[in-house]
């Protein structure tokens, strides 16, 4: 026999119990707890809180959730159960430039990201090699102004049919209509190509080259209809000095970039984010 993993997320009003009241419906039904986190939002009193646990063989997790429903409704609790078992699957999007895509697509390979990719789409060719290397489906959704709204349904479709758990826009170049960010909201990652909001739109490290920076970054965030001001995961920094060239900087830049986004999505695979209005709650 073998136990079972689940992640179960919350979030409440603060109150006193509801560690207690939880952790002991965990143990009624048999789980044993592997990780915890929990924090406490003073300024809006908002409490939340992840828990690794693995459970007998044979539980589910609507099994699961029917035991913790006591202590949902008397704490008005925000409940979430995932399956460890289940591998999420995801929809990576790029447009030209590729670094980010291809090292999501190795630590994918390595394993430090668990995840299955359902397809990669592209308002471009560039990336249909590489699909057809890996053996992933290759979606060529060209925009338009005139056809936007019919490939954001068509991205839409996929979603749906696939199951998809996360859309990665991986130095994806088009911004998404309100509609779509709405329409998936919490479900989209976007890599920005700056340590937000500095230096927004076209060729941000040649600005940051022209302003003389001593620190450049990347931030990635979800997607929200407000152009890049998403719930912010997570950022990085990198000193530099006179002595790189603009596209030195592009080269550092990649560079962060890639290893940002790819923690993020590691991030919510995991289930390690919580929404908390306009920031984030990830515990690590």
Same mark, same amino acid.
């Given at each position: 026999?073998?136990?079972?993993?689940?992640?179960?997320?919350?979030?409440?009003?603060?109150?006193? =119990?509801?560690?207690? #009241?939880?952790?002991?419906?965990?143990?009624?039904? =048999?789980?044993?707890?592997?990780?915890?986190?929990?924090?406490?939002?003073?300024?809006?009193? %908002?409490?939340?809180?992840?828990?690794?646990?693995?459970? /007998?063989?044979?539980? @589910?997790?609507?099994? +699961?959730? %029917?035991?913790?429903?006591?202590?949902?409704?008397?704490?008005?609790?925000?409940?979430?159960?995932?399956?460890?078992?289940?591998?999420? %699957?995801?929809?990576?999007?790029?447009?030209?430039?590729?670094?980010?895509?291809? *090292?999501?697509?190795?630590?994918?390979?390595?394993?430090? +990201?668990? #995840?299955?990719?359902?397809?990669?789409?592209?308002?471009?060719?560039?990336?249909?090699?590489?699909?057809?290397?890996?053996?992933?489906?290759?979606?060529?959704?060209?925009?338009?102004?005139?056809?936007?709204?019919?490939?954001?349904?068509?991205?839409?479709?996929?979603?749906?049919?696939n199951d998809v758990d996360l859309v990665v826009l991986?130095?994806?170049?088009?911004?998404?209509?309100?509609?779509? @960010?709405?329409? &998936?909201?919490?479900?989209?990652?976007?890599?920005?190509?700056?340590?937000?909001?500095?230096?927004?739109?076209?060729?941000?490290?040649?600005?940051?080259?022209? %302003?003389?920076?001593?620190?450049?970054?990347?931030?990635? *965030?979800?997607?929200?209809?407000?152009?890049?001001?998403? /719930?912010?995961?997570?950022?990085?920094?990198?000193?530099?000095?006179?002595?790189?060239?603009?596209?030195? &900087?592009?080269?550092? =830049?990649?560079?962060?970039?890639?290893?940002?986004?790819?923690?993020?999505?590691?991030?919510? &695979?995991?289930?390690?984010?919580?929404?908390?209005? @306009?920031?984030?709650?990830?515990?690590?």
């Amino acid at each position: 026999m073998s136990d079972q993993t689940f992640i179960l997320t919350l979030s409440a009003q603060d109150r006193p =119990g509801i560690v207690a #009241a939880v952790t002991t419906e965990l143990f009624e039904a =048999g789980a044993n707890i592997a990780e915890s986190a929990q924090f406490w939002d003073r300024q809006t009193g %908002r409490f939340f809180m992840r828990i690794a646990f693995t459970a /007998p063989e044979g539980a @589910s997790r609507d099994a +699961l959730e %029917r035991q913790l429903a006591p202590a949902a409704q008397r704490f008005e609790l925000k409940i979430a159960i995932t399956d460890l078992a289940r591998v999420p %699957r995801i929809v990576i999007m790029v447009s030209k430039f590729d670094h980010a895509l291809l *090292h999501l697509l190795y630590q994918i390979k390595v394993g430090w +990201l668990r #995840a299955a990719v359902v397809a990669i789409v592209s308002n471009h060719e560039e990336s249909r090699k590489t699909a057809e290397d890996h053996g992933i489906p290759f979606r060529h959704l060209p925009v338009t102004k005139e056809t936007k709204a019919a490939q954001e349904e068509a991205i839409l479709k996929l979603v749906r049919e696939n199951d998809v758990d996360l859309v990665v826009l991986a130095r994806y170049m088009q911004v998404l209509s309100d509609n779509l @960010s709405r329409r &998936l909201a919490g479900k989209v990652i976007n890599i920005h190509h700056s340590f937000l909001p500095s230096f927004k739109g076209a060729k941000p490290y040649h600005q940051a080259h022209e %302003r003389g920076v001593k620190l450049i970054g990347a931030t990635a *965030h979800y997607v929200t209809a407000d152009l890049d001001e998403g /719930p912010i995961i997570e950022q990085e920094t990198e000193r530099v000095t006179h002595q790189l060239s603009a596209d030195d &900087l592009v080269a550092v =830049g990649r560079d962060i970039e890639s290893r940002v986004l790819a923690r993020a999505v590691k991030y919510h &695979l995991e289930n390690r984010i919580m929404l908390n209005g @306009s920031k984030t709650v990830v515990f690590l």
